[in-house]
């Protein structure tokens, strides 16, 4: 099973949006860009909302039986580990592998000793085409396995867990981006090595970048500085994957792409200049638009968007507790709950909708409410039903913001 050159990631908390946002997909189609649609959703998120993963497969074969949708599409158990990838099993084809919490951790003396004796020949002056020439100690060698090579190790118990249950024909990636730093071009390329030494057909890598990829809003950082790690990595993966003999499809994964409207003109660029291929998971960027549909559609569904609203801000800090290294909001920027129900739908749409030129868009109220699906997950048939009275509102709005402001100037222009 082999992923293809462009796949874009898309969250669905509630389980109702998958024909909208497989159409901004065909929309990609039609205009001459080939994209595989992968449905994905953490442990967390089901727990949360009280689903479970087959239903996301259900969703996505629903999706692409009523669109008619004729090429591949893929399911992500997201972020997994060992203790939490048995249920995805059967229903996934594509596994993010999350190994952030093993790194930092120590591998065996004797491991990283022979992970620096494996990988010796690259001691000196290292040439990776595009990234530079590197001084590379033992030393350098040894502190990259002191820091990553547990990590990889335990990708590698969680791969070969899955492969037991149903062989290899799947989608593996591994995730690195839930950590406090940025890996060097130097680090990643010897993360390379180790995932290819402990057997891991990856797929994708997600790598730390510099900067706040806080959940549904833009990018916080140093875009050049973003462009420069962005680059070197295309262009250590492209070295590693003739070095290490891995995967030729072996790409990029960005997490928590959606909205990071501020890099997508680098990314695009690059992709362009390369020819690499990428993959791009959006957050939960489709519940949102749930909401402003709801706002827009008026009546009951009103009524809700400004009940979860209220409900967010009243329970705040247990909402936003799990999310706490990937939001920033600002509570003198809140608005009461009072000023928000007496906001119009349209006051509303605007307030959450991700148009940084509208005055009226407010970030931190749209990452507060990012946090607030337990909220709408908490009204139950409620908040299904009203999905259900107002899905012309809400599916436009869905697939209008994957469409117009991720895949168009990700991949289009
Ligand atoms: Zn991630």
Excluded at 185 to 214: S, V, W, Y
Excluded at 225 to 240: G, M, V, W
Excluded at 281 to 294: C, H, M, R, S, V
Aim: proline residues 4%; glycine residues 8%.
């Amino acid at each position: 099973m082999k992923l293809e050159k462009y796949s874009f990631g898309m969250g669905d908390r509630f389980l109702h949006q998958g024909k909208a946002q497989l159409q901004a997909i065909v929309n990609a189609k039609n205009a001459g860009v080939d994209i595989t649609p992968v449905w994905n959703k953490s442990n967390r998120e089901h727990e949360i909302v009280g689903t479970n993963p087959g239903s996301l497969r259900q969703e996505a074969d629903d999706a692409v039986r009523a669109l008619g949708w004729e090429s591949n599409y893929r399911v992500d158990a997201d972020h997994i580990n060992l203790a939490t990838v048995d249920r995805f099993v059967q229903c996934s084809d594509f596994f993010t592998l999350d190994v952030g919490d093993a790194i930092g951790e120590a591998a065996t003396d004797s491991d990283i000793a022979s992970f620096v004796d494996r990988h010796g020949r690259y001691i000196g002056d290292l040439n990776i085409p595009g990234a530079g020439t590197f001084k590379v100690t033992r030393a350098n060698v040894e502190a990259v396995a002191k820091t990553f090579l547990k990590a990889v190790q335990t990708a590698g118990v969680i791969y070969r867990h899955i492969v037991e249950q149903r062989g290899s024909d799947f989608i593996p990636e591994v995730s690195m981006d839930e950590t406090a730093n940025p890996q060097t071009p130097l680090e990643m390329f010897f993360i390379l090595a180790a995932i290819a030494d402990e057997g891991i057909p990856a797929q994708t890598i997600a790598p730390k970048f510099n900067g706040r990829f806080n959940k549904g809003v833009d990018y916080v950082g140093n875009v050049e500085q973003f462009e420069k790690e962005f680059n070197d990595d295309l262009a250590t993966i492209a070295f590693a994957i003739s070095e290490f003999k891995l995967p030729d499809n072996l790409k990029l994964s960005i997490h928590s792409g959606s909205d990071k409207f501020s890099i997508y003109r680098p990314i695009r660029d690059a992709l362009r200049r390369t020819g690499a291929g990428v993959h791009v998971k959006t957050a939960g960027t489709t519940w949102l638009e749930e909401l402003i549909g709801l706002a827009e559609g008026g009546g009951e569904g009103l009524a809700i968007a400004k009940e979860v609203y209220a409900q967010s801000l009243a329970h705040k800090d247990a909402l936003c507790k799990p999310y706490a290294t990937v939001i920033d909001i600002d509570d003198d920027r809140l608005p009461a709950a009072a000023t928000v129900n007496s906001w119009t739908g349209e006051e509303y749409a605007r307030a959450l909708r991700h148009n940084p030129t509208d005055p009226l868009y407010n970030l931190h109220l749209r990452q507060l409410l990012h946090v607030g699906y337990k909220v709408a997950a908490q009204m139950g048939e409620r908040y299904y039903s009203a999905l259900g009275e107002y899905e012309t509102d809400v599916s436009r709005n869905v697939t209008e913001n994957l469409w117009v402001r991720h895949i168009k100037p990700l991949f289009i222009d």
